[in-house]
């Protein structure tokens, strides 16, 4: 069993940075991949980026390419997504989501662990 915990959201400028952590706990995390997935209101929940059981290889959404970064410390049993030159369009809450396989997937419904989200707030 794997519980995953959220932090690092707020309200900032468009522009802007934020880094969202991913907390969790299980001692075998680190052979599950982790994904971030966002929803804002109204619209159906979509995949940001997600990352392998080691941090070997990574897969990001279009739209967060060249502005996010998702890494891993596994000896902390942390995932963090790194964003920057956040626009109002990236406003959602966002979750983390861990998946029982060492590689990376887009699909939400090939994650069995979910967190309960932090709200991000991109104002313009």
């Known amino acids: 069993q794997v519980q995953l915990v959220e932090s690092g959201g707020g309200l900032v400028q468009a522009g802007g940075s934020l880094r969202l952590t991913c907390a969790a706990s299980g001692r075998i995390f680190n052979t599950y991949a982790v994904g971030w997935f966002r929803q804002a209101p109204g619209k159906e929940r979509e995949f940001v980026a997600t990352?392998?059981?080691?941090?070997?290889?990574?897969y990001y959404v279009d739209s967060a390419k060249g502005r996010f970064t998702i890494s891993r410390d596994n000896a902390k049993n942390t995932v963090y997504l790194q964003m920057s030159s956040l626009k109002p369009d990236d406003t959602a809450v966002y979750f983390c989501?861990?998946?029982?396989?060492?590689?990376?997937?887009?699909?939400?419904?090939?994650?069995?662990?979910w967190g309960q989200g932090t709200q991000v707030t991109v104002s313009s």
């Open positions: 990352i392998s059981y080691n941090g070997g290889s990574t």
């Open positions: 989501a861990a998946r029982r396989n060492w590689y990376t997937s887009s699909r939400a419904d090939e994650y069995t662990y």
